[in-house]
């Protein structure tokens, strides 16, 4: 179970480089054993510099972490500097060896280095003993002549690939970095992580970065007026500049995060002249239905083409033109409260009015189990073991509350399969709220929701559908607004009786206007 040993130093001066060999300082790789298998150990640094170089096209350097059949070692940094032209690159490989990810306070699985966990933990940038798989620059290159002594770190080259992951650790933690790529390569599965009070300006006239990024609350990504995502993400929860025209493409996502925004204005507001979200691409403005503010999002014009997603929590889409293709989607679908959150008052109101009813406990074949569906527009259906429904509530003109969790299926208690315990306390989740105001033209041939959705777990009710209130002036075409419950959960144990009695009840549609 023993862990791997880290890369070394390689450090080379040289007037004239040649060949076609490999220069590494790799991690080593962990023990393997069946349950418990030790950690790969992190690459190391290698630092070349030349004034000629002839090295053929073979010529590779490697600073991959050690493999593990539990988690990767981090990846080590290449440094290269060619003297006679100034130019400075930095290469990090990690194998395509990813590192693993946690769970957020949304329920979320994520690579971030500053969050909030679901347990409430929350994790910084200076946690670096908790931060895995990751390569870091140190504040001692901070304070060398190339990063100006004051961790301007400036490089004419980036070359990132194999899931690599970079980030910039200062002391104190959370001192001011300044981060430049002039030119950027990658594969397209590295991650570059810009913490609070860190700036990474790439501002040029297009960009289409290859790489993911982290934007935390407090940092700054300066981009370009046109700007592609492509088979990457950006994750902004701090600010993102100089946007004008944004179009997200195969695979692309932005993470429209709460707090954060773009350039000049107020957190959880991002403003684009054109907004363009093509094929297995999203756009995705998720906000915790009780701690968080919705978040609003302004554009000039937007399309939505097949296959192409605006999901979100609380959304205010304010746009001139919109048009949503035949497959393309804006939803909350299924982002509204959860049964753990309770019948609260939160942030934007009050909080799952229309919560279902839990279902009885006991054993199979000795109680009548189903909970009932979550209340909006309507009652929601009961389950089979529960005579009571969530209520209705919410107003018919203007619409703007989310929809309410289905009841617990099992009323909080675990439920084991092949030696996994799943939390079942979480009934299945309502729709959120979704206003748009479009000045101009709506063109909908594709689907705008707010349904809630069924459940993960047995004897669960439905969640109900959410709120979506438009405000349109002109409208066509041949789509779908919809709000629906959610399903009720089937019964699993109805090999044990025979009546299928165990079922939950579906929940209540929601409210459109």
Avoid: C
Wanted: hydrophobic letters at 35%; charged letters at 15%.
């Amino acid at each position: 179970s023993s862990g791997g040993g880290s890369g070394g130093s390689v450090w080379i001066l040289a007037n004239l480089f040649k060949g076609y060999g490999t220069i590494a300082a790799q991690g080593g790789d962990g023990k393997y054993e069946k349950t418990r298998s030790g950690g790969g150990g992190a690459g190391g640094r290698i630092a070349l510099y030349y004034r000629f170089n002839e090295t053929q096209e073979d010529f590779s350097f490697s600073t991959s972490g050690g493999a593990s059949a539990w988690e990767a070692g981090g990846p080590g940094t290449t440094f290269v500097y060619a003297l006679l032209h100034d130019h400075r690159s930095i290469y990090l490989d990690n194998d395509g060896q990813p590192r693993i990810l946690r769970e957020n306070y949304l329920l979320r699985m994520t690579s971030a280095l500053d969050f909030v966990a679901s347990s409430g933990r929350v994790y910084t940038f200076g946690d670096l003993k908790e931060h895995s798989s990751v390569a870091w620059i140190m504040p001692e290159s901070g304070d060398h002549f190339f990063a100006s002594g004051n961790s301007s770190f400036h490089f004419e080259e980036l070359q990132i690939y194999g899931a690599a992951q970079l980030a910039i650790f200062t002391t104190p933690v959370y001192s001011p970095v300044d981060i430049f790529f002039r030119d950027m390569i990658g594969d397209r599965t590295g991650i570059v992580h810009v913490g609070r009070n860190q700036v990474m300006d790439l501002s040029r006239p297009f960009i289409n970065l290859p790489f993911s990024t982290w934007v935390y609350n407090g940092a700054f990504l300066g981009l370009a007026p046109i700007t592609d995502i492509e088979r990457v993400f950006i994750q902004n929860s701090g600010v993102t500049a100089y946007i004008v025209n944004l179009t997200i493409h195969h695979g692309g996502q932005l993470f429209a995060n709460v707090n954060g925004s773009t350039l000049g204005l107020p957190g959880s507001n991002y403003r684009f002249n054109s907004l363009r979200v093509q094929d297995m691409s999203e756009i995705i403005l998720e906000s915790d239905p009780v701690l968080d503010p919705g978040t609003n999002l302004f554009t000039n014009v937007t399309e939505i083409e097949g296959g192409g997603r605006m999901n979100g929590s609380m959304i205010t889409f304010v746009t001139v033109d919109l048009k949503v293709d035949d497959g393309g989607w804006i939803t909350t679908d299924g982002y509204g409260p959860r049964r753990d959150h309770g019948q609260v008052t939160g942030v934007n109101g009050p909080i799952n009015r229309g919560m279902g009813f839990d279902s009885p406990t006991g054993t199979a074949d000795t109680v009548i189990k189903g909970a009932s569906g979550g209340g909006h527009g309507g009652s929601s259906g009961r389950g089979g073991g529960q005579a009571f429904v969530g209520q209705p509530y919410d107003d018919i003109y203007k619409p703007d509350e989310f929809g309410s969790a289905g009841g617990a299926g099992l009323n909080g208690t675990q439920y084991e399969i092949l030696g996994t315990k799943l939390d079942l306390k979480h009934g299945s989740r309502g729709g959120g709220i979704l206003w748009m105001n479009v000045s101009g033209l709506f063109w909908l041939d594709g689907y705008i929701s707010s349904s809630g959705v069924g459940p993960t777990y047995k004897y669960s009710g439905g969640g109900s559908g959410g709120s979506v209130w438009i405000y349109a002036n002109v409208i066509t075409g041949t789509g779908n607004v919809s709000a629906n419950g959610g399903d009720g959960a089937e019964d699993n144990d109805a090999f044990l009786q025979p009546v299928k009695t165990s079922a939950g009840g579906g929940g209540a549609g929601g409210r459109v206007a």
